[in-house]
């Protein structure tokens, strides 16, 4: 599924806060410290436990 941008913007907004309140990380990282760098990571490896709904589409 092809994400859009604000969908995108929403996405790793919402990760980075679960991950700096404590949800555990689920990709591997030596050195990044930053949640917005983590919740990326994630969202590339397709490991964000995020769902998007989209409206559906009206048939005339």
């Known amino acids: 599924?092809?994400?859009t941008k604000y969908e995108i913007a929403r996405i790793v907004g919402a990760r980075a806060l679960m991950i700096s309140?404590?949800?555990p990380i689920l990709v591997k990282s030596k050195k990044i410290m930053d949640p917005v760098e983590i919740a990326m990571k994630e969202l590339e490896a397709n490991k964000i436990p995020?769902?998007?709904e989209r409206p559906a589409k009206r048939v005339e």
Do not use: Q
Request: aromatic fraction near 12%; hydrophobic fraction near 55%.
């Open 1 to 3: 599924m092809k994400y």
């Open 21 to 23: 309140m404590g949800a």
């Open 50 to 52: 995020i769902t998007v």
